[in-house]
T-cell receptor, first 114, second 115 residues
């Protein structure tokens, strides 16, 4: 059973460009969480999605950030008009059901904004 | 809102020795879960151990054990017989029983293991 996949592993964008980060959950998992890790910090929750639904986006910045988890395909975290402060590692985690204490993390995507 | 505090930014231990990493948290809830995650240089987050707040018995996983003091809101991680591969960032995390599952992390403790 393959683990949580994230791609790309490293992404470099210039200020003002768009960044798209992908997360494929473990097989059989329909719940996805996105977290952001700024340098020298712990992970901070951004958004929780089920297939075709955003359940909790309380940690998402109000502007420029969006997330989706379509019926088919990976979950996408999209950052429009990136700024230097968006440089961070973005992790997704999946679980078989909401509220499950077991979250399986992907290897993360490191976004660098130049 | 719940918070998680790790007061030791860095710790060091000699190989084969024992080290304890501290974690305190603040919550008004009675039911919750606590976790320790390991993040090696590869940056992959690895679950080390978890504790359900309703369980009085401290969780143990091989060389890893916790000291869970619910009244004191303390959740420390003890690593016995430290190995070079234990060198990593360690994060303490909290999750509410009634939440959708999102984890609240501390800032982490960087553990070095000396040969």
């Amino acid at each position: 059973n393959a683990g949580v996949m994230q791609n790309p592993r490293h992404l470099v964008r210039r200020r003002g460009q768009e960044a798209r980060l992908r997360c494929s959950p473990m097989k059989g998992h329909s719940h996805v969480y996105w977290y952001r890790q700024l340098p020298e910090e712990g992970l901070k929750f951004m958004v929780y999605l089920q297939k075709e639904n955003i359940i909790d986006e309380s940690g998402m910045p109000k502007e420029r950030f969006s997330a989706e988890f379509p019926k088919e395909g990976p979950s996408i975290l999209r950052i429009q008009q990136v700024v230097r402060g968006d440089s961070a590692a973005y992790f997704c985690a999946s679980s078989p059901w909401g509220g499950s204490y077991e979250q399986y993390f992907g290897p993360g995507t490191r976004l660098t904004v130049t | 809102a719940q918070t998680v505090t790790q007061s030791q930014p860095e710790m060091s231990v000699q190989e084969a020795e024992t080290v304890t990493l501290s974690c305190t948290y603040d919550t008004s809830e009675s039911d919750y879960y606590l976790f320790w995650y390991k993040q090696p240089p590869s940056r992959q987050m690895i679950l080390v151990i978890r504790q359900e707040a309703y369980k009085q018995q401290n969780a143990t996983e091989n060389r890893f054990s916790v000291n869970f003091q619910k009244a004191a809101k303390s959740f420390s991680l003890k690593i016995s017989d430290s190995q070079l591969g234990d060198a990593a960032m360690y994060f303490c995390a909290y999750r509410s029983e009634g939440s959708q599952g999102n984890l609240i992390f501390g800032k982490g403790t960087k553990l070095s293991v000396k040969p």
